[in-house]
């Protein structure tokens, strides 16, 4: 029994953060109609800059529980990034999709280049924020309460956008330029202050997704890559674009990964892409896709 | 098959020479003289070219296995600025380096190979790290008729299937079963007691052939132990939660893993989190075959930490083989850090290289063909900083006694390191498929020759 809730924490923590990653694709995909091969090097970026902090923090002597504080400054850190970024991206919205790709994956590249360059190839550890909580007990089994607050994260983050989105007036214009750019630009809106904006918060998201996962792992070399095919998974199975999808998706991806491990572990691999394909065949545009 | 014969564990660990043991190196009994940094002794013979001798380092630069590559790379350039200090090879020709990345693929790595054949004119293609590359690259090299040392990517399918009668490949780890093996011995000879294993590996060539490699050499050694939970991860996957969760979940004695590189710091890290140390045993393969200064401190001690069964930093320690000692200290030297089994690899390779070429020039005058350096690299035997290291002629693979340790916390290094009074050494010759024996398709289909081997020879042990 404990090992069933753990499981389900386990998966609910691993959706909690590929939500954060796919939901910012999905955003910068809705309002711009470009496919960000570069997304997942920011949750990357998210990573290392919160890990460096935290090791710069604990370094000076900062008590590890201020420490927490340096998760949303990381995440911050990735939305100025997308804030200086956005603009070089912007004449290629109308370009045909493989340049974007291109353009996109050339800014993977380089990302991970810099990453590189800054922070060597050794793996960044962010332990003392992961350790000022205590574990939680299930049956003989004990949980990182920092797990938790991971969940709580996700689960706040898909609010967060949500009530952004639908309840606000910068929500209301954010649809309006996914719907129609050249219709909300004649009606008066700042379309280019909407996309930077837009840019922004899809960086913040993917940054918090790669800050908040920092403490309980490492940041490594290449974790961009591997996550931003697990976001395409996501993406592919809730639909390119939607909200909710990136959330269904998410979980979609988490319990089915995480049902694998436990039951069939030689089709860990194949499992997430065959649930994938079978999206595609019978929904090309995902469960809650409309393009 | 007939059915495997039994034998006491203790006379079976002895026979297989199974030392445990402090800072000697155990069964060798060598002296060592300052031979790696000291110049020919006999002045090279005839006209030699001052031309730079070129040489490809393909390693991970990039990626988690970046952990292992770098260090590879810079036991590479620190063998090459020693050599060239001297004035180069046979004291006339610099070694160039140029590099590439690892992390591109296999099919980007074979293009860049011959790129660097073709464009780049390189004398000799080495580093690796992946076993998924050295089977794809091996036979490319032998079409080109380039000179290629391997330093790592040991999975026995490159000799045993690959490339089965090698003439311009090399390679200077143990051979990938040998891994496998060695920490099932291991954990026979410090666990026997446990039952229950559980499993978690990368899923591709070296977590299988990790897996399977223990798992027949650990029925033999403890009969009656069951595989009760296994996982294959994804290579370069960094979230272990679930994998651990069900691993714990199957109640096992000893947990087994193969998880590598960034992978493996990531894995521990969630392990400790999870409390799966304080609940089994815990053996590995390559727990500290990163960089050193990856293992942080937090990692738990007593864990079976392998390094690939060939090498680590403090062992052969103290003044007992000089060798290791001085190699240790140029290198922090140089990198400001301490070297690991890739270091190692790559620093002896240039260096058996340059002694072949030595001997080689003494034979033929001059610079020497390919073909004769290779007769001198053949049944090379060298005194490296890790011990002895044997090719052998038949499969020009590299042979050095397996080595594997526990975790210890000590206050002179700021990361987990070995413990120093109990490093397991076996006898390679113990542990791999002799000379003659038949290769997978000649008389039998195991995935190994070493598998095979095991499963003909191996008696089984009681007590």
Redesign the interface.
């Known amino acids: 029994m404990s ?1 069933l809730i ?2 389900i924490l ?2 609910l ?2 959706a909690s953060v590929l939500f954060l990653i796919a939901a910012g694709l999905s955003l910068i995909f809705g309002v711009m109609r470009i496919v960000n091969m570069a997304h997942g090097t920011f949750y990357a970026v998210g990573a290392f800059v919160t890990a460096w902090l935290v090791g710069r923090a604990s370094a000076l002597g900062v008590p590890a529980g201020w420490t927490f504080l340096l998760i949303p400054v990381g995440a911050g850190a990735v939305a100025l990034l997308g804030i200086a970024i956005e603009p070089l991206l912007r004449p290629f919205y109308r370009r045909a999709e493989e340049y974007q790709l291109l353009v996109t994956f050339g800014l993977l590249l380089i990302l ?2 810099v990453i ?1 360059f800054l922070w ?4 960044l ?1 962010a ?1 003392p924020v ?1 350790d000022v909580l205590p ?1 939680v007990r299930f049956g003989g ?4 309460g ?2 938790l607050v991971v969940i709580a994260i996700g689960v706040a983050g898909a609010i967060g956008l949500w009530a952004v989105i639908y309840r606000t007036k910068f929500g209301v214009m954010l649809r309006a330029t996914s719907q129609d750019r050249r219709m909300a630009s004649a009606l008066g809106l700042n379309v280019g202050l909407v996309y930077v904006s837009a840019f922004a918060i899809g960086c913040f998201m993917a940054g918090l997704g790669g800050a908040i ?1 920092v403490p ?3 940041a ?4 961009g890559i ?1 996550a931003l095919i697990l976001a395409f998974v996501v993406v592919v199975i809730g639909g390119l674009g939607s909200l909710q999808g990136a959330l269904v998706g998410a979980l979609i991806v988490s319990f089915v ?2 049902a694998g ?2 039951f069939f ?2 089709v ?2 194949a499992v997430l892409y065959l649930i994938a394909a079978v999206v595609l065949l019978v929904k090309p545009t995902g469960l809650f896709g409309t393009a | 098959m007939d059915k495997p014969t039994t034998v006491d564990r203790r006379k079976f660990l002895g026979a297989l020479g199974v030392t445990v043991g402090g800072t000697g190196l155990a069964g060798a009994g060598l002296v060592a003289g300052p031979q790696l940094v000291k110049a020919a002794t006999e002045p090279p013979k005839g006209k030699i070219p001052d031309t730079p001798f070129r040489t490809g380092h393909m390693t991970f630069f990039t990626s988690p296995a970046a952990v292992l590559g770098e260090p590879s790379h810079k036991g590479h350039i620190l063998a090459a600025e020693e050599i060239n200090a001297q004035g180069g090879l046979l004291g006339k020709r610099k070694i160039e380096t140029i590099t590439a990345d690892e992390a591109a693929g296999t099919d980007a790595n074979v293009k860049e190979l011959r790129r660097m054949k073709l464009e780049g004119k390189i004398d000799l293609f080495t580093g690796i790290i992946s076993s998924g590359n050295t089977p794809a690259l091996g036979p490319v090299a032998e079409e080109l008729s380039l000179l290629t040392i391997f330093v790592d990517g040991c999975t026995d399918f490159l000799f045993d299937k690959a490339v089965p009668q090698p003439k311009y490949t090399f390679r200077i780890t143990n051979i990938q079963s040998a891994d496998g093996i060695t920490s099932a011995i291991g954990t026979a000879q410090t666990w026997p007691q446990v039952r229950r294993i559980a499993h978690i590996h990368p899923d591709y060539s070296y977590g299988r052939n990790a897996a399977e490699h223990f798992t027949l050499a650990l029925e033999r050694l403890l009969p009656g132990t069951e595989v009760v939970s296994e996982s294959w991860p994804k290579l370069g996957t960094t979230d272990f939660t679930s994998h651990i969760t069900k691993a714990m979940s199957a109640n096992p004695d000893l947990l087994y893993t193969s998880v590598w590189g960034g992978d493996y710091v990531a894995f521990y890290k969630q392990a400790l989190r999870y409390g799966l140390f304080d609940k089994m045993k815990v053996a590995t393969t390559l727990a500290l075959g990163v960089a050193p200064h990856a293992i942080g401190k937090d990692h738990p001690e007593g864990v079976l930490a392998g390094v690939h069964s060939n090498y680590y930093f403090t062992y052969p320690g103290g003044d007992r083989w000089p060798l290791n000692k001085e190699f240790v200290q140029r290198y922090y030297k140089r990198w400001n850090e301490y070297p690991n089994f890739q270091s190692e690899g790559s620093y002896v390779t240039l260096y058996m290289l340059k002694k072949a070429i030595e001997r080689a020039n003494q034979l033929v005058g001059g610079w020497p063909d390919d073909e004769v350096i290779i007769s001198q690299l053949e049944g090379m035997g060298y005194d490296a900083p890790s011990g002895y290291l044997y090719i052998r002629p038949d499969n020009h693979q590299g042979y050095k006694d397996a080595v594997i340790g526990f975790s210890k916390n000590l206050p002179a290094y700021p990361f987990s390191t070995w413990d120093p009074d109990r490093v397991i050494t076996i006898p390679i010759r113990n542990i791999t498929a002799p000379p003659s024996w038949p290769k997978p398709g000649q008389g039998h289909n195991e995935s190994t020759a070493a598998a095979d081997w095991i499963k003909k020879t191996w008696p089984k042990a009681t007590g």
């Open positions: 090992i753990i499981q386990n998966s923590f691993y991970e280049d590189r060597g190839g050794l793996p550890s332990d992961m574990s089994l004990i949980y990182p920092y797990n996962i309980t792992q490492t490594v070399l290449g974790m591997d990964r995480t491990i436990q572990p030689e860990e691999l």
